[in-house]
């Protein structure tokens, strides 16, 4: 597979992309840069919006604005203005805390999961100690319920296309989880390992293609891996990036994998000339449709 820049800029910790169909724009942000981008395949350089706080998420809403995780929160963001109006912002969650994790489900729901914040004001890395993340879903109705807790690093939130069973992953303990899924309801019930792979650096953001495999991105590993619906790999992909973050399919049909990567924990003299860098590979299969928020 042949990875190419989508830009030319670089990325402290590119995150969170997401295909948004109906503008024909790619969504992503920079946790530690605070940014969150839109750009699309006629812009001459990408839209951005800055924040005061670390933000990891940002996905299209039926209101024709945006939704971000930022903070320990979830906001409306007028694209005109750049005003944030306060959408969810769970009580349960630790001061700690920031968000990691966030997308959205087939039905229009915004899954959104935490983490220690490990960035500091400076953007400096801060270890992460304790598993006090939780997993939030925000409903169209606009109801918050919480439904995992102890996590370390929140990850790969995606769904299987036939809407039966979610992903979730924690990175500091390096397992991938299955649950079944109930679509109509949204909830997420039997937990159970999906994929432990050792040697292949740790699980960070997933995609989902139409085939039910899921596309994985190995932080500090430099590759993806694709796993078959019984979480046998089928394939490694390689990329020229040490530290790929998440991954997305786009494009008019579905089949340009986009994969944000990062070069925040990596010294200058071990940083690479792609390490940063939003890529792009065209590929041999269809990727699964991301959704907007319909709340």
């Given amino acids: 597979m042949n990875f190419e820049p989508l830009l030319d ?83 349960a969650e630790p001061p700690e805390n920031r968000t990691n994790e966030a997308r959205v489900d087939p039905r229009g729901r915004f899954w959104m999961a935490s983490m220690q914040q490990n960035i500091g004001p400076d953007g400096e890395n801060i270890p992460v100690r304790q598993s006090s993340g939780l997993l939030w879903c925000i409903d169209t109705d606009g109801s918050v319920r919480q439904v995992a807790s102890g996590v370390g690093i929140s990850n790969s939130l995606v769904w299987s296309p036939d809407e039966t069973r979610m992903y979730f992953a924690d990175t500091l303990q390096g397992v991938i989880w299955q649950y079944d899924w109930e679509a109509d309801t949204g909830a997420a019930r039997n937990r159970r390992v999906f994929a432990a792979t050792e040697g292949y650096g740790n699980p960070d953001g997933s995609a989902m293609d139409e085939d039910g495999c899921l596309w994985n991105a190995r932080w500090g590993a ?25 991954c997305v399919f786009g494009g008019p049909d579905r089949k340009t994998l986009y994969v944000t990567t990062a070069h925040a924990e990596l010294t200058p003299s071990e940083r690479g000339p792609l390490d940063g860098v939003l890529l792009m590979a065209e590929t041999d299969v269809v990727g699964q449709a991301c959704t907007a928020f319909k709340g």
Avoid: K, M
């Fill in 9 to 91: 800029e670089r990325f402290a910790l590119g995150e969170g992309p997401h295909w948004d169909a109906a503008r024909n724009e790619l969504l992503w942000v920079d946790i530690v840069g605070r940014r969150a981008f839109a750009y699309g395949p006629d812009d001459a350089a990408p839209r951005s919006w800055s924040f005061e706080e670390t933000v990891s998420a940002i996905v299209p809403r039926s209101n024709g604005h945006y939704l971000v995780a930022a903070g320990r929160g979830v906001y409306d963001l007028d694209p005109a203005d750049g005003q944030l109006t306060a959408v969810a912002e769970p009580a």
């Fill in 222 to 246: 430099g590759c993806l891996i694709r796993y078959r619906p019984d979480g046998e790999i089928d394939r490694i992909v390689e990329v020229p990036a040490r530290c790929p973050s998440s």
